[in-house]
């Protein structure tokens, strides 16, 4: 049902919504570089730029998407990271709130029928009964984790590869094309989502390894677009690439990731609307790599700050 709803009619017609979010983001950026001389772009524009627009398509409303994106954070860092106890605690109480406001907003009926919770509560099963509402929420839950954080990641990536990169931000704009193989060449060579778990439903050998039945894997995505063998010279960026989707950064196989396409649309709206809107601006750096978050899954600068 998911992957049905996110698919390519749905995130075409989302294209409009994805291009007047950025632009309202990146009005207020730039305003923000005219009074004080610098903004930073990974809290003010690649992580609000993905929670708004899912609230969009979500049918979510009334909360402020910095409460959603401490809420989805909280979830990552206590799923994915390595909290002590007390850490713990902290993050399951914001987790917890999460669940609780999104139990009390599925149920509360105010979703337009055709967004992602209306379509939840007018799915029927096979045996022609809905989805009972922990199912409804879990959903929501995991879709919304799944869908905010990573592309925020993701944006932040692309848009420090692209500031960095001679010619790249003043080419992006005029270039038809040109903001999605860079976008493509970044989820190749670092992807946000860097490793991914599986449990095996029966023995088997891989690479001249053997691993029983039952056994749990987790899966170094991150390493296949590096692979010399199928990208050559992966250590450059070189957009263009013929085989450039070869590359595991949405996983494989029936969970593949049902978002792919919304995430690539994202990020390549948004580098090509900041490259136009803040066309002037660099990188702000001391030459030292910003902050990473840096989770068992997951891994993304926390920072893009730019100035004139
Ligand atoms: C750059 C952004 C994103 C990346 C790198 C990413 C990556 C991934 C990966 C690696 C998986 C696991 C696939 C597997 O098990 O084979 C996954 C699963 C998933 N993703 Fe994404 N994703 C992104 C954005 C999104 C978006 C925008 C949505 C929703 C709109 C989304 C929804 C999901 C869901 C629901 C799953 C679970 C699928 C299942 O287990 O069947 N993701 N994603």
Redesign the pocket.
Known sequence: M?TRF?NAERVAAAIPVIERVAEDLLDAARSEIEATGRCELFSSFAQVL?CRV?ME?LGIRGVAPATLIGWSDASLELFWGRPTPERQRELAELVGEFHQWLTDTVRGDAAPPTSFIGALASHRLPDGEPLDIGTAVA?CF??FI???S??G??IATVLRRALTEPGLWQHVPRRTGLAEAWVEEV?CRE???TT?R?VTVRSAELGGVSIPDGAQLLLM?LGSGSDPEVFPHPERMRPYRTNVRHH?????????????S???T??AVALRVAASRLSGVRLEEDGTEPPMLDLLSFRAPLGVTVSP
């Open positions: 998911v996110f993905p899912l398509l959903a995991f879709v799944a869908g905010q990573t592309t990641q993701l989820l992807p946000p989502v991914w599986r995505l595991l950064a949405f996983g494989v196989g029936r969970h593949r990731c049902p978002g792919a919304l995430a690539r994202e990020a």
